[in-house]
Each structure stands twice: as C-alpha cells, then as structure tokens.
C-alpha cells in the first residue's frame, strides 16, 4: 500500500524551485543558487528541517527588505591567517561561502585560516562550509550564533541559540567524519517531532516557561526551551551551556555581531538579524603527513567496536547523513511531507513563479 | 568539632612539595617547576583530582625512564601561524608551555597561533594553557587526548580519553569566562566520589563492562566505562561522543602522536605515552575592537538571569573555580584529605626528599 501523505521532488527541480522562489523574492541568481545548494544539501542529508521547507522563511528575510539579495561580502580587517568580514547583511550562505572560501585561500597559504563574519543572515546547516573545506582537502570547522532558544544551567530564560559546530575531515577513499551538531540537547525540529506523533520527550531535552524540565513537548515550544547538551545541571549539562557560549564568543563577540539574547526571533522582521558565524580551515598537509590515512586507521576501528546490542553498528558522525545522501543520488529524488508541499505551492502562487513539479505521490 | 581527616597545606610548600620530589626524580628544575605550577593551579581552582595528589604518578614516569625530565621540545614544522611540535617525550606541563607560548607569539604577529604537539605526556589542566594565553590578553584554546575512558554511542569498549577542552577569554576588569570542561559526561574522578561516598551515580555518567547502563560506580570503575557528554544516545551521547572524537582528530590525528584505543593506561609504564596536544591563541584585537567590554556585557546579563530555584545564581565557566582560586588566595592554604598527605610522605621517603610540611589538622 502507498505510504500516505510523502511526495517524491526531484532534486534538480528542488534546487530549481528554491532558485526561482528567491529571484522571485528580488535576489540576484548567484544568491538565490547558493541558498538552493545549501538547503538541497541539507535534504539530501537528511536534515529536513533545515532544506527545501525553510524556503519561505528566506522569502519573507528578502521581501520586507531585512536581507539583502544583491551585493558581496565586505573583508575589514584581515592577515595572511585571519580575517573580519561584514556579512553586508546578505543571505547567510552567500556570506558563508565567501567566508569559508577566504578562510581555505589563508589556509593553503600559512597552514589555518580563521574567518569570523558579522551582519550575517541565517546560514542553513554549518556543515555546508566545513563540507565545502573538507571537499578541497582541508580540515573544515564553522559555527554559528543563533536566535535564543537555549536556558542556560539554572536560569529561566532563553540566552543563547542552538549555537551549532560542524567540524569535517578528510579520510582516505572519500570516506570522512563530519560532525554537525547544535549545542542543546536537541534541535527544536525533533520537539517538534515529538509533539507530531503526540509522544513524550525522553527527560533532559527541555524546559517550560518556569524553566522547569518537562517531557511534554508543547510545553518547549510554549516559551519554554531547550537543555543545553547534557540535559540537568547533574548530568553536565553545564558543559553543552559552556559550549554554546564558546560559539557566541567566536561567532558573535570576536566579529561584532549581535549575541546572545539581542538576536531577533529568526520568524521575526522588525530588525536585521546581524548574526554571527565562524569559519576554521586546516591545511592538515602543514602537519604531520598522513593525515588522511590514520584517519582511516581511527574511524574504521571505531565503525568495527563491538557494539552492546547485536545487529547494531557504531557509527562515526556523519555516517547516517552519508547514507542519506546516497540514498538521494540513487534515487535521484527526495521525499516531502505532502501538505508541506502544497504549502510551497502557496509560496509559488505568491511570488508568481512556476509551482514545484512533483514526481509521484507514494 | 574539627572536621575529621583534612589537612591544610601553605600554597608555596605544595608548590615546593612538588619541586623537590620531581627533582628528585631526575628532572631539571624548571622542569619540576612547571609542572609544579600546573599541579599548584588545579588545586587552588579545586580540581582537586588533578592537583598535589598526581605527584606519584609524574615520578613514576620519571624512575622508569618513560618520561624525560630534561631537554626542550622541537618545532618539526612551521609558518607564521602554526606549529607541529615535537614534545620530545618531556613532562606534559614543560610541553604544553612551550606550545602556547609558540601560539602566542604567532598570534601576536598573525593574529592567530595554532600548535599541534605529539610526543608529549600528560599535561594537568587543561586551563593552565588557556589561562596562560587568556593573561596575556589573547583568547586561549586547548585540548589533548588522553588514555581510553570513553566509551563511544553503542560500544562496549573504552576507545577515546575524557578528551578536555579548554576555552579562556578575557572581560573587563580581571573578569573572564574559563570553560574547562571534558567531552565525557563526568570525569573519572567525579565517579570515583560517588563510590567513596557509597552512593549512586545519576542515570547517564557511565556504564559497566558489558557497556550497560548503570548507576553503580563501582561497576564503572570495574572495566566500565564514562559516557560521552550528553549520556545515553536518546539524549545525544552521540555528540559528546562527536566532540571527544573532534579532540582526537585536532590533537592525535593531526599531530602524528598516538590517539584513541593506541594510548597506553596512564598508570602504566610499559611504552611511552605520546599523547597529542592542541593550543590555540587569538589576538582579539585582530578583530572587532572592543572584545572584553562586549565579554562582559554577556556574561554579566548571563549571571544576572532570574534562576529557576530562588537564591541560586547562574553562573559562568570559570566562576565556579575562579572562587575557589581566591579562596585559597586568601587564606594562603589548601586542603587536602589527610590519608592522602600521609601517601605522600610515604613517597618523600622513597625519594630521600623533605616531607610536606603542613599548617595544622583541622
């Protein structure tokens, strides 16, 4: 029996369908591809909440002029390792990208580069800039700062966004670890999960509005928030808080960008969102050589432990959004929620742009 | 009533305690120093586990020739922003100095220094280095690995050490944020605690042989084994377990030193240890002016949060143990356990070196 309700999108028309929503929304096409590669890369890995469905989020940035869709990054200070970039409050991949790509050229150069950007836009998933680091060979790292949705150990109040870390290396054979991960116990999209399938959360992912820990996922996404990663302050969750705010420093006190609770609710169009982010590039070949290959040496052996429950594998970071990426290549199309779809062809509608072409609904 | 069993020792005599039984051992004096200093600091920030009471271990590696006690690290590889460092197997404390200073210096030009080391041993805290960059006024990073502690998300074997991060940046007026956290959900000596105290551990700190849950520490102690920050994998163990591998790759992978399962039990002196270290110095001032004054804009706002539990305070990394520090300041004096003083004069003996003199038993 078909699965009801999931619509197969082929993944060139979901990167074409993005491309056209924000030329649509007033971006040069260069902007509009690089936001496609970003949110097409996020779906192909599995990263739902992070892909196609952001589209009109970015739309809605673009369309009261609160982020800007033509023009480059600006570099203001910078040496033959480091550099200050204003993001020129363009579309967050576009001030990635060219952040990364600077960072990669200072790495090539004098071994590291280490990029931090302000006026920056929302960036999608961090992994797309580590990736891009790691795809030329080099040991990539970004961060970003976020709207508040973290409590930090004790307080009642969201301070600090989920304040992700991606870090990619290089093995040998294509083979890599990439780790992309939010500083908070979980993201905001698997509470949001949870409440879809009317489950409880497992204890230590979240809070309500009092700040007092919960299971009901409703009460999170009512002004509570987030653990930081570690759940309790007995289960060290003063450790992911530590984290979060090692990536405000990075990202939003080192550039002079907004930080901590003065970022805007990201849904929110009042004031440019001025986030931060960082970017690390490693020539790993300014170190000891064979880098690659004892990366192979430690991921393999650890993909082989003994696991404690049979039939199970341990897996290395960035494993599962491997397979779901090659899944994706095989097919050559990525499955949607179909009322989410149906939403984007409001999208369309909206900007006059041709709807997104589905291939079958299963 | 005097507390039972606790010992008070001047600040200068643990450091000089220190000196005379490395020195006794066979190291070079500045040598003994260094360590000293680094021994000395944990203590006065109250990581007890890593103070005064690890002297026998550093000796240990002295007698059986597995250690060095003299001679300098050798920089293998260079540019004006990063280093690959030989420790050349000499203490870890006498190495890390090095390293940092290597970064500072690097920093100061470049606006950032970043240093892998192999060859090394164990180094202390991992914040006397981040401490040693954050009081020149740059922002100190580092990390090491360390003997297997860890067990990764489904195994049932211990492969990466409690793999610490340190992370120091300066505020205004001597303030700061000092996170100096392992990527292990506690450390061992926080189960070890519990044990003496015959109590249980919280759900989510470790695991027994088999890999299992447990709470008993007794069973983590036995072949057990910590998890990763972040607890089980439903509550993102997988993370912690990320972050501990990220460590790996920055310090072991990059360096050429051992990693993973390859480095040898701490206590054991049957082959060298070779741990792998990792510094990073940023020159904030190669940024966004005014650093410190937005630092302490942001963790004042952070500590001035309401708390969920009336009468608590949220604090920031480092606060914790910055009290602690001026605690000791203070009074001129630590505590320590007094069954743990009398090993210790067990050990001046084995070395022909002055026992600890110490103030009083209170």
Chains 1, 2 share one sequence.
Not at 68 to 95: C, F, M, Q, R, Y
Not at 139 to 156: D, E, H, V, W
Request: charged share 20%; aromatic share 6%; net charge negative.
């Amino acid at each position: 029996m078909a699965q009801q309700g999931i619509i197969l999108v082929a993944k060139e028309e979901v990167h074409s369908f993005i491309v056209r929503c924000i030329v649509g929304a007033g971006a040069e096409l260069s902007h509009a591809e690089c936001l496609a590669d970003n949110l097409v890369l996020a779906d192909c890995r599995g990263h739902t909440t992070h892909g196609l469905l952001r589209t009109a989020l970015y739309v809605k940035d673009l369309k009261h002029d609160i982020a800007k869709g033509s023009g480059v990054p600006i570099i203001l200070k910078e040496t033959p390792a480091i550099a200050l970039v204003d993001g020129n409050n363009l579309l967050g991949p576009v001030v990635g990208r060219f952040c990364m790509d600077v960072a990669i050229r200072k790495a090539q150069e004098t071994g590291i580069g280490f990029v931090t950007a302000r006026g920056s836009n929302h960036f999608g998933i961090a992994g797309a800039y580590s990736l891009q680091a790691m795809k030329k060979g080099f040991l990539g790292i970004s961060m970003t700062n976020a709207s508040p949705a973290l409590m930090p150990t004790r307080a009642k109040k969201m301070f600090f966004g989920t304040n992700p870390i991606s870090v990619a290396a290089p093995a040998v054979n294509g083979d890599n670890f990439v780790l992309d991960m939010a500083t908070s116990a979980v993201s905001l999209g698997k509470v949001q999960v949870c409440k879809l399938k009317g489950e409880d959360m497992p204890d230590g992912w979240g809070v309500d509005k009092t700040g007092q820990d919960t299971t009901d996922p409703s009460e999170v996404l009512d002004d509570g928030g987030l653990h930081p990663l570690g759940g309790r302050e007995i289960t060290s969750g003063y450790k992911g808080y530590g984290l979060a705010m090692m990536v405000e420093i990075l990202c939003g006190i080192l550039s002079g960008a907004n930080y901590g609770p003065n970022i805007r609710h990201w849904t929110s169009t009042d004031q440019i969102a001025n986030v931060g982010h960082c970017f690390i590039a490693i020539n790993t070949s300014a170190f000891e050589s064979g880098f690659e290959e004892r990366m192979t040496d430690l991921i393999d052996t650890c993909r082989n432990l003994e696991t404690v429950e049979p039939g199970e594998t341990v897996l290395i970071p960035g494993d599962r959004a491997r397979a779901h990426y090659e899944k994706v290549e095989k097919s050559g199309a990525i499955e949607y929620n179909a009322e989410a779809i149906r939403q984007l062809d409001v999208l369309a509608k909206e900007l006059g742009v041709p709807m997104i072409c589905t291939m079958k609904q299963i």
